[in-house]
């Protein structure tokens, strides 16, 4: 069983920072894409940034303000947020390519979300 789990979401004020982390654990053969996505209320949910084999891609309306970063050893994501808006707030999600141990088979995997509300 492979499993996600985030952290790092809150309030904060408008121009301020948060850092949101996701961790992959279980029977984790390989990582290919990580991401992050998020949706708010009333809207779709978006692709925010995504990393594989350190090239990242980021969508417009965080360029400049976010990164994107991972640990291969430990399995892990990150997602540095700088210079928030309230258009900002959502719920975020981690999300994984992830080939299992136990019959070698890739899927995508998803953590349970953090919401992250920016206002003052």
């Known amino acids: 069983q492979v499993q996600l789990v985030e952290s790092g979401g809150g309030l904060v004020q408008p121009g301020g920072s948060l850092r949101l982390s996701c961790a992959a654990s279980?029977?984790?053969?390989?990582?290919?894409?990580m991401a992050w996505y998020r949706r708010a209320p009333g809207k779709q949910g978006e692709l925010v940034a995504s990393?594989?084999?350190?090239?990242?891609v980021y969508a417009d309306f965080v360029k400049g303000r976010f990164t994107i970063s991972r640990d291969n050893a430990k399995n892990t994501v990150s997602l540095q947020m700088n210079s928030l808006k309230p258009e900002d707030t959502a719920v975020y999600y981690c999300?994984?390519?992830?080939?299992?141990?136990?019959?070698?088979?890739?899927?995508?995997?998803w953590g349970q979300g953090t919401q992250v509300t920016v206002s003052s």
């Open positions: 279980g029977r984790i053969a390989s990582i290919s894409t």
């Open positions: 990393i594989i084999s350190g090239s990242t």
């Open positions: 999300n994984a390519k992830i080939t299992e141990t136990l019959w070698y088979a890739t899927s995508d995997y």
